[in-house]
Structure formats: C-alpha cells, structure tokens
C-alpha cells in the first residue's frame, strides 16, 4: 500500500484546486454559450402552446438569456463536475461506497436528464394550455419572457430530481438499509408530502399543484417497486451462529 496521508491543509488545497477546475469550465461553457442561448431560447419557446412573449423592461431579456445560459453551462459541465467531486472524495470512502457512488453517479445524471426532459415536454404544455384556457374568448395573453422562462424552469427542473428517486431506493435497499415494507408503512405521509412539495415548487394554483404532486407521487411507488426487487437483507455471517457448538468455546 503506498496510500499517502493527506494532511488537511493538502485536502483543502486539493478541494480549492478541483473547485477552481470546476468554476473555470463552467465559464467557459457559459462564454461560449452566451452565443447560442438565443435561439435555444427560441427553440423552447417555440415548443409551448405560448405564441406571444413581451418584455417589459429595459434588462429583462439580456437577464433571460443570462438565467438560460447558466442553467445551460451548469447542465453541460455537470459530468465535469460529478468527476472532480467524486475523484475527491472516493479515496476515503470504502470499497462498498465507491461502487455505490460510482452508480448513483453515472445513471443518476441520465436519469435527471430525462425526468427533465418529461416535465418540459410532457407537462409544461399541459399546465400552461390549462392556464391559457381560463382566459376565455376575446382575450389575448401575453406572456411576459423572465416569467415564462422561471416558469418553465422551476417547473421542469424538479421532475429531474424526483427521478432520481428509484435509483437512490434501490442502491439504499440492495445495501439492506431501506427495507421494502417501509414504503407501504409510509404511503400515506408520501402523499401528503408529495402535495406539499408541489406548493413549494409549482406554481400558486390548485391544478398546477396537482400536475405535479400526483406524478410525484407515482415515483414513490415506483421507487417502493424498485425497492422490492432489489432488497438484500443485512449480511449477518460475521454473527455468532445459533447452531455453533456451545462447547468449541477454543
């Protein structure tokens, strides 16, 4: 073993160095991409049942392109980012954590991707033609463009991390730290704080909250699925065995 022992100052040495990795690429997708923000915005734009964006005030669309193109350099520059916090912090884990955060890791960030991907192009056009709908004959909305973008944003984002709850039960189970039967002794809190976490993140209307609970929801069975497929139980061989001899006391 030629395992060299870091001192702490050389730990937040190499934690200042991989933070400094991490922000340089990040501005440097956010540089470059700062040139195509604008018809990406276009392109989600055109995908919403939303056919006429205003702006309102003198920054607000420089600060649109801004939001969109951070969101976007952060996306972009996450598998860099799981890499240097990950290479950081895998040489003080075990063997068994290594393998657990080598697989959250990897499917995790597919798995935010598409969960994304099904609340932008799943159920952000269902919310806002609801919303679209209350405004009746004679009408004419107008969407303001930092509100639509937040909109699509704080909507979208979330079903992202709530995918990832499958995977993070089934690693959790198949380690014998979550056991299957929790799931169905739990369900009922699960549907309230599924409500709950739908006012936080949706936005202020009954529907919407639903939108999203109810699929948040269905995730915790889901991952409750998961769990039962991939439970093992707590490896007990380094107990005493109830069938030893009581005289091999040598």
Known sequence: MNEKRMTVTEHLTELRNRLFIILGAVAVIFLVGFFYTRPVLHWIISHTPVHHVIVTGVTEAFFALIKLDLAM????????????????????????ERRVVGVIAGPGLGLFLIGTAVGYFVFIPIVLR???????????????????????????????????????SGVLSHLGLVHPTMFSRYRRYAILLSFFIAAILAPPDALSMTLMALPIYLVYEISALVARFTYKAPDVTDEPSATSDPHDIG
């Open 73 to 96: 350099s952060l996306i972009l520059a996450s598998p860099l980012i799981l890499y240097q916090l990950s290479a950081f912090v895998l040489p003080g884990l075990t063997q068994v």
């Open 130 to 168: 609801v919303m679209l709908s209350f405004t009746g004959h004679g009408i004419e909305p107008m969407w303001r463009l930092g509100s639509l973008l937040s909109f699509i944003i704080d909507l979208s984002v979330p079903f992202g991390i709530v995918a990832e709850l499958p995977l993070i």
